[in-house]
């Protein structure tokens, strides 16, 4: 008895701890890391702010976990969408899916992953350096995708193919700065930096396997040529 009792209390406590993340996360991708106040997230969690201390020693623990966990989540989420793909898919088709799964998660999924992408470069020194290793192995796996790119001969042969990856890494980040559904959907946002994507970096023989919903323009009728006149 005393045994199942214990492990609803720590069911319990997993799920409060878990509570005052997201809250963290939401405060946090909301209002930056000097905007951050634990009182805003004790009040989100419907908490009182003394107890966020049993779980977390100080704020600046408290978004150093937020922020380590975005990076993971973003991590994981983009490989297993590239997990899931058939083993001959082409390189750069693994690139554009990787486009879509992390504009889909850090916009419409994760508070924590956007929380970490908007304030990346504003932690301190000292809290820098868990959430660095997590955005390096994230870096590691759009290295892969370029590198076996460039390997199949599918990216323009006069790139950089690191500074490629980071231009178009960095314009992916960038949308939580500007991006809201008033300005279209998600499916759009997506067709667009895929077709952004493919048509900057890729071989001119490489074809692409982005199908064109756009609505199909008329034909151009040509206006019959009028016939002149000889005059003697």
Known sequence: MARKTRSVEDSKSARTRERILDSAAYVLSRKGFAGTRLTDVAEHAQLQAPAI??????????????????????????????????????PIDRILTAVEAHLRFVLVTSEYTTAATRNGGQLPDHLRDRHEAERTAYGDVWRELFTDAAAAGELKPDLDAGATR??????????????????????????TAQSIVMGGISAPETTSGIIDTSPAKPARTRSPRRKKTVTA
Request: glycine letters at 4%; proline letters at 2%; hydrophobic letters at 50%.
């Open 53 to 90: 201390y049993y779980y977390f020693k100080s704020r600046e623990e408290l978004i150093e976990e937020v922020m380590v966990v975005g990076a993971q989540r973003i991590c994981a989420h983009v490989v297993e969408a590239l997990d899931a793909l058939p083993s001959d898919i082409r």
């Open 166 to 191: 980071m231009l178009v890494i960095g314009a992916l980040n960038w949308t939580v700065e500007w991006w809201d559904s008033t300005r279209g959907s998600i499916d759009a946002l997506v067709r």
